[in-house]
Every structure is written in C-alpha cells, then in structure tokens.
C-alpha cells in the first residue's frame, strides 16, 4: 500500500502537470484566435481575387468558354495523360494535437495506393517536420520537403512552395496536384479533405467567387471594366495568384485546426467553415 508521503507527491506531480497542460492550452487557444483572422483575411482575399477571374475572361465562369479559354494556359491545362500525380500533404512541426497529423499521415499512403490502382505515378510533398519524420522513417520517397511550417508561416513563404509546384506542373513534371490536410467538422469529429489545386478549373474559383459568377454589366448590358492590356497578360498574372491563395488557405485552415486540437473544448475553434 502506498504511503501518505508518496500520495502527496503523486497529487502535487498531477497538479503541477495540470497547471503545464493548462497552459499549452491558453497558448493554444490564442494561436487559433490570430490564425482565425488569418484565415478569414485570406478567404476575403481568395473571393475577391476569384470574383476578378469572369471580368478577365469576359465570360461566366459556369460555361464551357471559360473552361475553354483556362485550358490553353499552362495551369489550367489538363494534360492527356495523367501520369504522374503530386499529393501536397500538410502535417505539422509539433506534436500534442492528438490524431491531427495520424490522419493525414495514414491517408496519404491509402491516396498512393489509389493512384497506382489507376496505372499512374504517385509523388509525395510534405509540409510540416512531423510528416517528414514519418515518412523519411518508413522510407517514403519525398520529392519536396518543407520543414519550416508553424503557424507564423507567411505568405511569401507558401508563394514560394506554390511557384516550385506550379513550375513542375507547367514543365510536365507532374500532370496534377492534390492536397491532403484535415478539415473540421466538430471537436470530436475532423476528416482528412483531399482536393485538386492543378490543373485549375473553372469550378475551384466559382466555388470561392461571390455568386453569381458573372462578368459586371452596365446599364445598357455594356462590360463594366476595361481589361487592360488584354485578357491573356491578366489572365497570366490572375491564375497563378489564384493557385498561390488557394494553397496558403488549405495551409492555414489544416493549421488553424491543428491548434483547435490543443485547446480547452468550447474555446478554440473555426468561426467559418472551410469552403
């Protein structure tokens, strides 16, 4: 039987562990507040940014001619053969979020497996140092690696990883590109969300432009804006910011979710669902 002695000991160390977790909590919980603004920042941006892809192209975003006219750029050119497919999965740099990085971490080879089923070429991406661990420990090839991922990571630096993706995609490196992070749905139940982010569609920016997605008309039915120079030197510059927005949104929404795992219930969470 235990003696009195070691019993307090015991309770002290349950405290003192108590006050530490209590803590990491607060921490937590203030991480997910400013990735919060954050995040709903970079949703305006992203519908914004969106709403200008039918006044470039002078055409609804929902016709077959918007889908035409994406398809002769370099991103949003579907390519014949899809033969070899790039899985950007987002982990984090830190442990102590329950199950968040074991979900990604586990679907990301079952995606592998799917992709080969289909007689094309998986290729991996990591983001965050607890997913390169994993995979470099299981011996998983890792075609591109980002280490410095935490929730202070800037948009320069995800422009960045976008542009080296967006460069093999329009090389021929690879014919598409997927992301695989964790999306929530309540603090008890979260999913890992697979979604394409090459080649570019049509549909990726409906869903995010404020509806309807329509070029603007004046009072006569005359185009509300002039695109200048011409519609392919915007179209050039608009596509590939769009990419770059829609990547640093996923990074922050699977980061924000990240910290709501860390942080007491009812607190923490996403004041907006993700798209």
């Known amino acids: 039987m235990a003696k009195t002695r070691d019993i307090r000991r015991r309770i002290l160390s349950v405290r003192n562990i108590h006050k530490i977790t209590r803590t990491m909590e607060k921490v937590a919980q203030s991480k997910g507040m400013k990735l919060t603004s954050r995040y709903q920042d970079a949703l305006a941006f992203r519908r914004d940014a969106a709403a200008l892809l039918p006044e470039a192209l002078g055409v609804p975003l929902d016709g077959t001619s918007a889908g035409q006219e994406i398809s002769t750029h370099a991103l949003g050119a579907v390519h014949s053969k899809e033969a070899r497919v790039l899985l950007f999965c987002v982990t984090s740099s830190r442990g102590l979020c329950g199950g968040y990085n074991a979900r990604v971490i586990h679907a990301a080879p079952a995606q592998m497996d799917a992709i080969r089923a289909e007689g094309k070429e998986p290729a991996l991406a990591v983001m965050g140092r607890k997913g390169l661990a994993c995979f470099r420990y299981h011996s998983v090839p890792v075609d591109l690696s980002v280490a410095d991922a935490d929730e202070n990571i800037p948009f320069q630096r995800v422009e960045e990883i976008a542009g080296e993706i ?27 969300r697979v979604q394409g982010l090459l080649p570019f569609l049509p549909a990726m920016a409906a869903a995010a432009a404020p509806a309807p997605a329509v070029p603007s008309e004046g009072p006569g039915g005359e185009p509300l804006y002039q695109v200048e120079p011409d519609r392919r030197r915007v179209l050039d510059t608009l596509l590939p910011l769009l990419v770059r927005v829609e990547l640093f949104r996923a990074v922050l929404a699977a980061m924000l979710y990240e910290q709501a795992q860390r942080s007491p219930p009812c607190e923490t969470r996403p004041t907006t669902r993700t798209p």
């Open 166 to 192: 967006c460069g093999q995609f329009a090389a021929g490196q690879v014919d598409a590109v997927r992301i695989v992070s964790t999306r929530w749905k309540s603090r008890a139940v979260q999913e890992v």
